[in-house]
C-alpha cells in the first residue's frame, strides 16, 4: 500500500513526532535522551532545517521546526536511523526501533506556533514526569530561559523577544490552559481528554454533593448531563465522552462500549 503523501506548510514549519516501536521506552536513560539530542544537533549542523522546539520523552519525541518538505525528511531519516543504530547495538538487539513514518503536523499561523511550542514543553508534565516545564532538561525550555543556544536556531529567540518581549511573559504562558489539541499520538492525546474530562467530573460531584464517582451509574440523568458538558467543553462525540466517563468513573470496567 502506498504510503500518504504529506502535506506541505505553507509557512514551512511543521510539528514532527516519532515514537517507538510497540511504544517501547526508547530514551528511558538520560544517556539515550542525549545521544538523541547530540544527533539532531550534528544533523542540523548539516540539512536546511530550523529548529524552534523540542522534547524528548521516554518513548517519543516532538520536534518544531521549519524546512522545506525535502530537507525535513532528510533530517529526520538520517537522525532517527542513526539512533536506531546506536540503540539496536547498545541493546544488542535487532529490527526497528522507532514505529513507522514520522509523523508530520503543518503549523500554519502564528498562534499555532505558540501553543504548539507550549504544548511540545508541557508534555512532561501532561505525562506527570513532573510539575512544571521548567525542570525538564530534555526540552528547548530550558534554552529558552537560559538563553543559552543549544539546539534551536537563534531565530527562535527573535520570535521569542517579538512576541513576548520578556521572559516573565513567556513563562506566563506557560502556564496558561492548551486549547489546541494537536494531531498527536493516539494515547497521548486520549490521556489529554482523560485529564479534561476528571476535572468536569470533579467540579460535577462538588455541585452535587457526591462523594462516591460510582454514583453516576445510578443517576441517569446527571450521568447524561456530564457526557453533554464534556462532548461541548472537549469537542468529541457522545461516544467518546461516554468511554472517557466510563474510565474515569471505573477504571477496571472495559472501554469498549462507553
Not at 514532527?16 to 521506552?25: A, I, L, Q, T
Not at 523540542?54 to 520536534?63: A, G, Q, S, V
Not at 526540552?139 to 537563534?154: A, D, Q, R, T, V
Not at 456530564?226 to 474515569?248: D, T, V
Request: charged content about 30%; overall charge positive.
Amino acid at each position: 500500500m502506498a504510503s500518504t503523501r504529506r502535506k506541505i506548510s505553507c509557512t514551512e514549519v511543521y510539528h514532527v513526532m516519532s515514537h517507538g516501536v510497540n511504544k517501547e521506552k526508547i530514551f528511558a536513560k538520560n544517556t539515550e535522551r542525549e545521544k538523541m539530542l547530540s544527533i539532531f544537533k550534528e544533523y542540523a549542523e548539516k540539512y536546511d532545517v530550523e529548529i524552534y522546539g523540542y522534547c524528548i520523552m521516554n518513548n517519543h519525541i516532538h520536534l518544531l521546526l521549519k524546512a522545506q518538505l525535502e530537507e525535513l525528511s532528510g533530517y529526520m531519516q538520517k537522525t532517527i536511523s542513526e539512533y536506531a543504530i546506536y540503540y539496536n547495538w547498545k541493546k544488542e538487539r535487532r529490527g526497528h526501533v522507532f514505529q513507522g513514518r514520522f509523523k508530520s503536523e503543518c503549523i500554519e499561523n502564528e498562534a499555532y506556533y505558540w501553543n504548539c511550542l507550549r504544548y511540545i514543553h508541557n508534555n512532561p508534565v501532561n505525562a506527570n514526569f513532573i510539575k512544571d516545564c521548567e525542570n525538564y532538561k530534555y526540552s528547548s525550555m530550558k534554552e529558552y530561559l537560559s538563553g543559552k543556544k543549544y539546539l534551536i536556531h537563534e531565530k527562535a529567540f527573535l520570535h521569542l523577544q517579538n512576541r513576548f518581549g520578556e521572559i516573565g511573559l513567556f513563562r506566563a504562558f506557560h502556564k496558561k490552559a492548551n486549547v489546541f489539541i494537536h494531531k498527536d499520538l493516539p494515547e497521548e492525546v486520549w490521556e489529554l481528554y482523560k485529564k479534561d474530562a476528571r476535572i468536569i467530573v470533579f467540579n460535577s460531584m462538588n455541585s452535587f454533593g457526591i462523594e462516591e464517582k460510582m454514583r453516576f451509574w445510578d443517576t441517569p440523568k446527571l450521568r447524561n448531563g456530564i457526557i453533554q458538558i464534556i462532548c461541548k467543553e472537549l469537542k468529541i462525540s457522545k461516544k467518546k465522552a461516554e468511554r472517557l466517563l466510563g474510565e474515569i468513573v471505573n477504571p477496571h470496567l472495559p472501554s469498549e462500549g462507553f
